[in-house]
């Protein structure tokens, strides 16, 4: 099952990024090419009565399996990231997180009106950094049609964050 492979393999990392926080760090799965094309797998079956014109990775992990996604759904990719590291004309969105405050931005050009776009991150958590994707989705004129993850901390209940912007959240992995 790939939810007991994605368990054994994710590192967990205490008091990263700042005390009291266990950071789920998926970098050992990269390590994995034959799980990695599992990943990639799942998460395209679990989205196949999803319509998708798009996928949007969130910075800097959702662009991992993000493109991935994509190049399985046969769709484009986008990408959201902090602030300034886009290099054309961006829109803004400040959001905060568990442990911090920052800005996303997507090229003013990236989405065109009524596009279908799934979210893709690896981890959810509480949700502001995908609340914060879903409104410069938004305000490009597109639709988030669901949200995509390896882990979800259930915990946390980004989850219930996440239904204002589409009933579709996935995640392989919860804890």
């Known amino acids: 099952m790939i939810e007991?492979?994605?368990?054994?393999?994710?590192?967990?990392?205490?008091?990263?990024?700042?005390?009291g926080i266990i950071f789920k760090d998926i970098t050992p799965i990269l390590k994995?090419?034959?799980?990695?094309?599992?990943?990639?797998?799942?998460?395209?079956?679990?989205?196949?009565?999803?319509?998708?014109d798009v996928v949007a990775g969130i910075e800097s992990r959702g662009f991992l399996f993000g493109i991935l996604l994509a190049?399985?759904?046969?769709?484009?990719?986008?990408?959201?990231?902090?602030?300034?590291k886009l290099p054309f004309k961006t829109i803004q969105q400040h959001y905060t997180?568990?442990?911090?405050?920052?800005?996303?931005e997507l090229h003013e050009d990236a989405l065109l009106a009524g596009q279908k776009v799934l979210i893709h991150d690896?981890?959810?958590a509480t949700g502001g950094t995908v609340v914060a994707a879903s409104k410069l989705i938004a305000k490009?004129?597109?639709?988030?049609s669901?949200?995509?993850?390896?882990?979800?901390?259930?915990?946390?209940?980004?989850?219930?964050?996440?239904?204002?912007?589409?009933?579709?959240?996935?995640?392989?992995?919860?804890?």
Request: glycine fraction near 4%.
């Open 4 to 19: 007991a492979k994605i368990k054994s393999t994710v590192r967990d990392v205490a008091d990263f990024p700042k005390p």
């Open 32 to 52: 994995d090419a034959q799980l990695c094309s599992e990943i990639t797998a799942a998460l395209a079956l679990q989205l196949k009565d999803v319509q998708i």
């Open 71 to 84: 190049q399985a759904l046969k769709v484009p990719f986008v990408p959201i990231r902090k602030a300034g």
């Open 97 to 104: 997180l568990e442990y911090d405050s920052a800005v996303l």
């Open 122 to 124: 690896d981890l959810l």
């Open 140 to 144: 490009l004129g597109a639709e988030v």
């Open 146 to 175: 669901g949200c995509s993850f390896i882990i979800a901390l259930d915990f946390l209940n980004g989850r219930s964050r996440l239904a204002e912007y589409t009933p579709e959240t996935f995640a392989l992995a919860s804890y």
